[in-house]
């Protein structure tokens, strides 16, 4: 059987109706050809041409894509040039040449005002006074007035024994997470978290330690006369890690979802690989990223399985959050008395930004309103109509998928 597209449906209607007002008689199954002989229709052409839906794609020397100009455009040459500005001013820690790149209503992705961005720089560049950025623009986008710039952020840094780890450590939303600073050496278990509490100075002595984080993200721009202010930004994946001791020595990994919906229940998971001498001790916290940070009560636990998960559940007012997992190390020895004796020899703070998408309207629904919408799994062997550890009877053939047992929620206390 012939398969007529409604694109095909729609320009033979179109021919009988211009037919019929230049007084030409045909038929539904009239031939079209003869038609378009006696009336001379317009050659076809393609959308590129009439429209903005195929904007060139290039690659400057760097190797930045650039969408919807060339990289000779002077647009794009000023965007370059303003982003590598930025960078040089942060790398000075000149504030006011930071600033000066951003709209007076800047508003960033966390919903922080410019005078809110404005402390939390200088905050975080006290904590850091030897901070260097490296931004990386990967694409630029340009549509009229507007313009995107995706970028790969690192940053690095001396961390010192009275350093804090910052929440986020993209310009646009710096902030530092609150931790006091450290007391006496204790060698008992309490002591010891409470030393992990209050930070490495007194575990271990005057050492520096180190901080690194990478992030991606977006700057939204726009032109005002021939220039362009940064209005807003977007962080889209962020991690950071501060290590001191013996804690730059080992591998260990905070896992979270990049994102969540609202109310929406995630897990996130510490992991290491440590030598067997060591005790690890571990907790891993939730807080919404605000411009007035509260923090968390942290809950340590013993890291015997060298694995630490908690379930949370992401907030309802679509803020972002930051998962942070805290993680002290220390060696059992014995005094000339054949006590035993507690060493604390590092500490690790790594931190997570889970972004908080809002719901969709029938959220309440769960998984029934999914099921109701979608009958069979992608690759077409459960049956979403039942519960999910039956196979459809009309699919009896097929495998069974393996089910994934549900995480084990941790006591808060």
Known sequence: MLFVSSVDKLFVRCCILLAAAIGVVVSPVANVEALAKTVKLPAPTSACETTSLCQPIAVTADGVRVVGALPADKDVVALLKKLADLNEASNKHSLDGVLAHFSPAFVSGDNLALSEVRQLIEQTWALYPDIKYQLQPVEIRLNGHWATVETVDEVHAIARPESTIPTTTRLS??????????????????????????????????????????SRGMLYLHRVGKSWEITSDRT??????????????????????????????YTAQLSGQMPDDVVAIASITQEVISGTPAKPEEKFRSLTTRKLERVFEANSHDQNELITATVGLTRISQDDQNRPVVNFEGLATLTKRVNVASSAPNKGAGVAAARSQVKVSANGKVDLQ????????????????????????????
């Open 386 to 413: 039942l519960p999910t550890n039956v196979v459809s009877p009309s699919l009896e053939t097929s495998p069974a998928v393996p089910q994934t047992p549900a995480p084990v929620k941790l006591p808060s206390s």
């Open 236 to 265: 889209l994946y962020e991690t950071a890690a501060i290590l001191f001791g013996a804690a730059r020595n080992i591998s260990v990994s905070l896992a979270a979802p990049d994102q969540v919906f609202s109310g929406q229940t």
């Open 173 to 214: 939303a710096l902030k530092p997470s609150a931790k006091s600073v450290a007391g006496e050496k204790k060698t008992t278990t309490k002591a010891l978290v409470d030393d992990v509490l209050n930070g490495p100075k007194s575990l271990v002595g005057s050492d520096n330690g180190e901080l690194v984080s990478r």
